[in-house]
C-alpha cells in the first residue's frame, strides 16, 4: 500500500462548489503539506501543518482552509471553486527538521481537479 | 530573479548517453538540495538528496553541490528512455520551506 494517498484522484465540478480533497499517511510524519501545480509553474505551497495543532498558510492559501484531523490526515477545502483553481493538486509529508534542514517530502499521487 | 533556476528543455540525449541537468539558486543559506523525478500527471518522486558540498553518488545518478556558486546538478548515466520526464530541482529555505524549481524536461532518444 501507499505510504500517502489522496482521494479523490480525479474530481470535476462546478464554479461555486464547496470541495474536500483529503490525504491520508502512514509515514508516521507529523509535518504534512498541500501543493498545486501549474503547467510552467513550480509546485506552489498552499497551506502546511506541522502536527494536529500547528496549521499555517503557504504562498497561495486565498480561497482554501484545511483541517488536520489526526497526525495521518489532512484535508484541503475549497470553499467556493472558482475556474482559476482547476491544477492537479498534491499533499506531501516529511519528517522533523534536523539541526535546521528541513528533511525530505514525500507526495501522494496527486487529484486533478477541473472548475467548470 | 527566480528562486530555483532551471532550463525548461527539452533535453535531448541519446540512449546511453550522460544526461546532465543543472540548477542555480539564489538563497545562499540554504541547506538541503533535493532532485525530483515526475513522471507527466504523476506525482514527484526523490531521485537524490545532496546535503554538502562535492558529489553524491547513487547507482546511475550523481547529484554536485556547489554552495559557493550556488549550483546544483543531477549526471544521469547510461541514460534510459525510462529516464524521460521532468526533472525538478528542490531546495529549503528556512526550516520548513521547499522551493521547487519549474522543472527540466528531459528526452532520451532508443
Known amino acids: 500500500d501507499a505510504d500517502v494517498t489522496q482521494t479523490p484522484r480525479n474530481r470535476i465540478t462546478k464554479t461555486g462548489k464547496r470541495i474536500m480533497l483529503e490525504c491520508s499517511q502512514t509515514?508516521?510524519?507529523?509535518?504534512m503539506y498541500w501543493y498545486r501545480q501549474d503547467p510552467g509553474l513550480g509546485l506552489r505551497l498552499i497551506y502546511y501543518s506541522f502536527d494536529v495543532k500547528d496549521i499555517n498558510k503557504g504562498e497561495i492559501s486565498d480561497g482554501y482552509s484545511v483541517s488536520r484531523q489526526a497526525q495521518a490526515k489532512f484535508s484541503l477545502s475549497l470553499e467556493s471553486a472558482i475556474p482559476n483553481q482547476t491544477a492537479l493538486y498534491f499533499c506531501a509529508t516529511s519528517g522533523p527538521s534536523w539541526g535546521g534542514t528541513p528533511d525530505t517530502q514525500y507526495f501522494g499521487p496527486g487529484t486533478r481537479l477541473t472548475v467548470l | 530573479q527566480k528562486e530555483v533556476e532551471q532550463n525548461s528543455g527539452p533535453l535531448s540525449v541519446p540512449e546511453g548517453a550522460i544526461a546532465s541537468l543543472n540548477c542555480t539558486y539564489s538563497d545562499r543559506v540554504s541547506q538541503s538540495f533535493f532532485w525530483y523525478r515526475q513522471y507527466s500527471g504523476k506525482s514527484p518522486e526523490l531521485i537524490m538528496s545532496?546535503?554538502?558540498?562535492g558529489d553524491k553518488e547513487d547507482g546511475r545518478f550523481t547529484a554536485q553541490l556547489n554552495k559557493a556558486s550556488q549550483y546544483v546538478s543531477l549526471l544521469i548515466r547510461d541514460s534510459q528512455p525510462s529516464d524521460s520526464a521532468t526533472y525538478l530541482c528542490?531546495?529549503?529555505?528556512?526550516?520548513?520551506?521547499?522551493?521547487f524549481g519549474t522543472g527540466t524536461r528531459l528526452k532520451v532518444l532508443a
Open positions: 528542490v531546495i529549503t529555505s528556512g526550516t520548513y520551506k521547499y522551493i
Open positions: 545532496i546535503y554538502s558540498n
Open positions: 509515514k508516521g510524519h507529523d509535518r
